[in-house]
């Protein structure tokens, strides 16, 4: 029994349906009725010491910031505008005072960077070590939510910044290796402290161009894995399109990884990936311009299943590699 | 820095009013707005293996239902009707798929017993042992609200049934003892599988004449002192008005402890707590009937603050014993 077995023997068994639920388990919100015009968007991520996080170097205000911003984006990937945080901390009997004042201020600064109202949650003695579950309720116009289910063939594949930063970060940390200078302070930052992409996401839903919308938190091959079976199409990633940055190039180097590899399997980037029609280009352009945000065009969908990656040698000629579900995996994956 | 501390820190520091917001931190759920007629409740509690269960005696299909029967008490505990729920679980690396099974069931049962639909949540790697996160979201008319906060002088104290059952219970278990037979079944089913007053407290909040409410999560003198704190009120128990079983007594007499003391300040009942005015009895015992539960007068309101047990003795001298903050505690607590 792996994660999706648990997610899947759970769901099959507890009533999942009914009055007032417009979307229940498999996106990255529950959806709920609100009134006639709006719905709520609930999601709820756990983080883990030693599985999700390192306290030996991770300072806790990032953190702390880090767990209000995995459950935003999953706000964000909806289309929606994150409102209320329930909160439930897991210490140790004998736990860092300093070390948990410092993680509350970053809790407290994501609130206020997102624009979220701490409303609640739980405290509780965790002897086996540091652990938090948050839940960020969001709201949004019932015609603007975005889901994973509606990708059609024919579509543009985006995505909303670097990919690969956040998994080459904690693989620098977790090697322990010493690569001087701020050149990496992106990649190191992108796990550290990952931006919720609140405004694109807004604007992207608001646009009325865009047809099915994720984060991006178990990376794009898994990812759009779950976007391409939601939706009942096929994922073509162009690796000659995937949005390498100059630091990542030289840290796989350093690391002896791929790029594309780090690029396409690396989770926990909190990037947006969305899908648009080939005429919708010109609005999204200017939605991230607005958002001061690039973003790239890295594939297309088309009538099929699964996800390959399509690489072209000297020659052109095409080759088709399948990747799909061949993400980070840490066991842990939304129920949502 | 204690629990008390860990929840005033965070609260501080973090916003934690704002639009929407009807109650933030301080009662059983946060409130927020839902429509021009309705209001959302929203409760998260954290079960922890070897804090808050035992794998040794739990099973767990009841353990299950004790994960969402704790939270929808706290919906009860307004006045509300439990709709959702959000579940994350934490497993070992190498968990007990049938343990884990049979503990699905429970939540499964919890979820169609009180009406609820599983929307979402999460599923984690926890190396320190078997954890449980669970939102509830009811709903509820703004008008029928039932907050701590509402107590009034003269006001009676009611509880919804026996207490100290659940602490009994536990007792019996974690002593190893075996006392026996049938006899004591209702303490070990209080502890193993309690059950949420949800229909009782619908019915409280509807009816119009109970003043404040909460549940009895961590025992009579615990809960009573914050709804005192919240209503700025002293609450006045009659230790001869407990609700003590026989079945409760005859435990405490194997175990060498007071039932008083069981009952004041055993946690974990899940009864409810709730004041009215005296003219309201005739009310409140017809909406107990009506739930086929017992209701007990266990005290009064007066202007003050804290909570006393009044004794009398022979004599009829009335011996006030301070009792506030006294009860069962496991380095634990709402921040709702």
């Given at each position: 029994m792996n994660e999706r077995d648990i997610i899947q023997y759970i769901t099959n068994l507890a009533p999942n349906r009914g009055e007032g639920v417009v979307q229940g388990i498999g996106d990255d919100c529950a959806v709920i009725g609100k009134d006639g015009n709006s719905v709520w968007l609930l999601t709820m991520d756990t983080l883990v010491e030693k599985v999700h996080f390192d306290r030996k170097w991770h300072p806790p205000e990032l953190l702390g910031r880090k767990?209000?911003?995995?459950?935003?984006?999953?706000?964000?990937?909806?289309?929606?505008?994150?409102?209320?945080?329930?909160?439930?901390?897991?210490?140790?009997?004998?736990?860092d005072k300093e070390w948990f004042s410092a993680f509350s201020e970053g809790i407290a600064q994501g609130c206020r960077d997102y624009g979220c109202i701490l409303i609640g949650g739980d405290t509780v003695c965790s002897p086996g070590g540091y652990s938090f579950t948050v839940t960020v309720i969001g709201e949004?116009?019932?015609?603007?939510?975005?889901?994973?289910?509606?990708?059609?063939?024919?579509?543009?594949?985006?995505?909303?910044?670097?990919?690969?930063?956040?998994?080459?970060?904690?693989?620098?940390?977790?090697?322990g290796i010493d690569i001087g200078g701020q050149q990496f302070q992106p990649l190191l930052n992108a796990h550290l402290n990952p931006e919720a992409r609140t405004q694109l996401g807004l604007e992207l839903g608001r646009c009325g161009v865009v047809s099915s919308m994720m984060d991006l938190s178990d990376g794009l091959a898994t990812d759009l894995a779950h976007l391409c079976k939601r939706s009942k199409v096929k994922g073509e990633i162009f690796a000659d399109r995937l949005p390498l940055s100059a630091p990542l190039s030289r840290a796989a180097d350093i690391l002896d990884l791929s790029p594309a590899m780090l690029a396409v399997n690396g989770g926990e980037d909190y990037e947006l990936l969305f899908t648009a029609p080939p005429d919708a280009a010109v609005t999204v352009e200017q939605i991230g311009q607005?958002?001061?945000?690039?973003?790239?065009?890295?594939?297309?969908?088309?009538?099929?299943?699964?996800?390959?990656?399509?690489?072209?040698?000297?020659?052109?000629?095409?080759?088709?590699?399948k990747i799909a579900y061949g993400g980070f995996d840490h066991f842990g994956s939304d129920i949502t």
């Open positions: 767990s209000i911003s995995v459950n935003v984006s999953d706000v964000a990937a909806m289309g929606g505008k994150p409102l209320f945080v329930l909160l439930s901390v897991g210490l140790p009997q004998s736990f949004i116009e019932k015609e603007h939510v975005l889901y994973r289910s509606n990708a059609s063939p024919g579509d543009e594949i985006w995505v909303s910044g670097w990919l690969g930063h956040a998994a080459a970060g904690l693989e620098i940390f977790s090697r607005a958002c001061v945000l690039d973003l790239y065009r890295v594939g297309r969908i088309r009538q099929g299943s699964g996800v390959v990656l399509l690489t072209a040698d000297e020659q052109n000629n095409v080759r088709e590699q």
